[in-house]
């Protein structure tokens, strides 16, 4: 018998290892699936899993498509789009806040949905929560605020203040250090200290703002100065915790420890869930102004991948279509509290009579539309640092504000070049 | 003379059959290493950035230039080199140390193994994040730790330099038991006889660690180095985690993660790219010398 020489076999391995491992990477036909990146709650993502469900169930003539979905933090879900629709692949649909839409469309990673989809759809919702760049939309919402307000444990606080110099004092009333070791057990207010997005709320209602209409910065204001000032003196009365992110902030509010939070949509149904009584206020009124303080809201919407398989769009314009459809947003609202983007599904009885809604939307009619511009990265970036410096102390607020613009002029520069 | 013939003949069938055995690998490695290497070197003599993502235009050395001239450049590479020291030193320095201990007769051995092996094995990304909420101003437990033996609270995480040794400290806890591993598995091969011989010589524990132990962990320990040296220098997990992306103020980077902000936070993709070929450049140099120095020794 003839045993095979090992050297005239070899060529033969070699091949099949290489086809072995291109096998390896699983290949699927783009043209039969929809996938969906999302940077979604795990509640959130819950209710995904059964509207896809019941997409799925009510549109049989799509039943040969797969739908998959991949869960990303919002910065990974923005570098892994960006990457992957670098090289002609990646999601079908992509999720997130509104102000993402700006790079991507600058990139032209993303299709306009005004050229894809009927206009009576597009009328449907509220435009001010519509991602709409050189004139197209590049988004559909299935929730619009995405806005920080004033949260109360009603176990520590009786009434909320509309003014700020009340609430300051009663800040300085419901912060507890029963063992007098400069830690207090109760504090009276938390929120993330580290992200400017946190500033931007009393930014507004010391009359200022992020940047102009032509995307210029304008951080180095009085307004920026005495929204500063005022956390400043929040965090040297010691109502606040000297240093704190987000994580310990839900946690602090979570357990009880703190009378108000400043936090988002996103995090009520949380704070429901861990037991806490929970009620919205608005963030109060700067006497010094007569101004409120503003929030930055945004739509949280999806936007379709320029790559998508021509075999594929349709399924995942109907996808589209029924994840942001009036059933679903009122879904949505019902279950997270978050307010809907759909003008009709907003006036629903039912959802009008929510209290915590109700609440919602009035901080979101005193709140600014986010900029989906490029150069909010730039701004958020160059805010970050001063802004911590200056609430740890390092940095008076009127070097702070003038940091930041400095800083904000230069990366919005170096960006453009 | 027809044997020798025969000889080169099957030698080269053997070349050749090694060859094609390593042709899978070579072209493998051909795509995921060399293509993405010089498709990034092409990429730094680029303008490519958010606003030229489709149309990059050659722009020669401007990229290389403006690293050089940017104010941060020789801040974030000398931190860089100091992270790198620093890290490798406690490593190699508690890696051997608990290797030497752990290669003694002592009770309850493979449990100090096993407790020693966990912060290597446990997930980066989530070591990373339990440490940075352990370095917490008021309710960190390093801080408690630091209450409990009266001293007072340290603000890790809102000082560049404490934020550094914040970072430091939890790849310090992350790294040691690489060569620790090594190390043991070095230790283990040296033959009993040569402790017994310098005993008899009258060595004492220093001189045997110094004329027997070390220059037979060399061989090992060596190749461990240089891995060590570049995956400390090119550690992105552990600052971008800790420090939360460079955090106070973007004064804790090390050039990865500067160069990771620079291409997906600004979207400066050409400048980056030029950043990564200094990162490169800069490990292959280094790595150069430690083999020279190696190869010196040998001899």
């Not at chain 1, 291109?22 to 996938?35: I, M, N």
């Not at chain 2, 003379?1 to 051909?30: C, H, I, K, Q």
């Not at chain 2, 508690?94 to 007769?105: I, K, P, S, T, Y």
Request: aromatic content about 12%; some cysteine.
């Amino acid at each position: 018998m003839n045993r095979p020489c090992p050297h005239r076999i070899a060529p033969f391995v070699a091949c099949l290892s290489l086809l072995a491992t291109a096998g390896g990477c699983g290949r699927v036909d783009r043209a039969d699936q929809v996938v969906i990146w999302e940077q979604m709650d795990p509640r959130e993502r819950t209710l995904l899993e059964r509207h896809i469900g019941e997409f799925q169930a009510a549109h049989p003539e799509y039943a040969d498509i797969r739908i998959s979905r991949a869960n990303y933090n919002t910065e990974d879900l923005r570098t892994q789009f960006q990457t992957a629709a670098m090289a002609m692949g990646g999601p079908n649909l992509v999720y997130g806040p509104s102000d993402q839409v700006g790079p991507f469309v600058i990139m032209d990673l993303i299709l306009p949905l005004d050229e894809l989809l009927p206009p009576e759809v597009l009328a449907r919702f509220d435009p001010s929560g519509l991602p709409t760049l050189e004139g197209h939309v590049w988004g559909l919402p299935d929730q619009v605020g995405n806005h920080l307000t004033l949260v109360a444990n009603r176990a520590h606080v009786d009434a909320i203040p509309e003014d700020a110099d009340a609430w300051v004092a009663q800040l300085r009333r419901l912060t507890v250090d029963r063992d007098g070791d400069g830690k207090p057990e109760i504090y009276g207010v938390v929120f993330d200290r580290i992200e400017p997005f946190f500033l931007v709320p009393w930014l507004g209602g010391f009359g200022g703002w992020v940047m102009d209409a032509q995307a210029n910065p304008t951080l180095d204001s009085q307004g920026m100065i005495d929204a500063l000032t005022f956390l400043k003196g929040l965090v040297e009365a010691g109502v606040m915790p000297r240093e704190c992110d987000y994580q310990l902030a839900d946690t602090l509010f979570k357990e009880g420890r703190a009378a108000y939070i400043v936090n988002g949509p996103w995090s009520w149904d949380g704070y429901r869930q861990a037991g806490v009584d929970i009620e919205l206020g608005l963030l109060p009124r700067i006497p010094a102004t007569g101004l409120w303080p503003s929030p930055m809201t945004a739509a949280k919407c999806y936007s379709v991948n320029r790559y998508t398989h021509p075999k594929s769009l349709p399924a995942t314009l109907a996808l589209l279509r029924w994840l942001t459809s009036p059933e679903v947003q009122t879904d949505l609202a019902r279950e997270l509290a978050v307010l809907p983007g759909d003008i009709e599904v907003r006036a629903d009885p039912q959802l009008v009579a929510d209290p915590l809604l109700a609440a919602s939307r009035r901080q979101v009619d005193h709140g600014r539309i986010m900029p989906i511009v490029s150069e909010m990265r730039a701004i958020w970036d160059a805010m970050r640092p001063a802004y911590q410096a200056c609430l740890s102390g390092e940095l008076t607020p009127e070097a702070a504000a003038a940091r930041m613009q400095e800083r904000a002029v230069r990366l919005i520069a170096e960006m453009r070049e | 003379m027809n044997g020798g013939r025969r000889r080169v003949d099957l030698e080269s069938r053997g070349g050749r059959m090694a060859l094609w055995f390593l042709a899978p690998t070579a072209a493998v490695l051909l795509l995921v290493v060399a293509y993405p290497f010089f498709y990034n070197v092409g990429m730094s003599f680029t303008n490519w950035n958010m606003f030229h993502f489709r149309d990059p235009a050659f722009n020669g050395l401007t990229n290389y230039a403006k690293l050089v001239r940017e104010p941060e450049f020789l801040r974030v590479f000398l931190r860089t080199f100091l992270w790198t020291g620093v890290n490798l030193v406690f490593h190699v320095t508690l890696g051997v140390g608990a290797a030497l201990l752990l290669n003694r007769r002592l009770p309850g051995r493979p449990l100090y193994r096993a407790l020693l092996i966990l912060p290597w094995a446990m997930p980066q990304y989530i070591s990373a994040l339990t440490w940075r909420g352990m370095f917490n101003l008021e309710y960190g437990s390093v801080n408690l730790l630091l209450g409990k033996l009266g001293l007072g609270a340290v603000g890790w995480l809102s000082g560049e330099w404490t934020a550094f040794a914040a970072a430091t400290i939890t790849n310090i806890w992350l790294g040691f038991p690489f060569i620790m591993v090594v190390a043991l598995g070095g230790l283990q091969s040296i033959p009993e006889e040569l402790y017994e011989a310098a005993r008899i010589d009258g060595a004492g524990a220093w001189r045997r660690f110094t004329a027997i132990t070390l220059p037979m962990l060399r061989p090992v320990l060596t190749p461990a180095i240089v891995l060590g040296t570049i995956w400390t220098f090119n550690n992105l997990n552990v600052i971008w985690l800790v420090t939360k992306q460079g955090e106070p103020g973007d004064k804790s980077h090390i050039l990865v993660t500067y160069v990771y902000k620079a291409a997906f936070t600004y979207y400066r993709y050409g400048y980056a790219a030029a950043f990564s070929v200094f990162i490169f450049l800069t490990l292959f140099g280094i790595v150069k010398i430690y083999q020279r120095a190696a190869d010196r020794e040998a001899f």
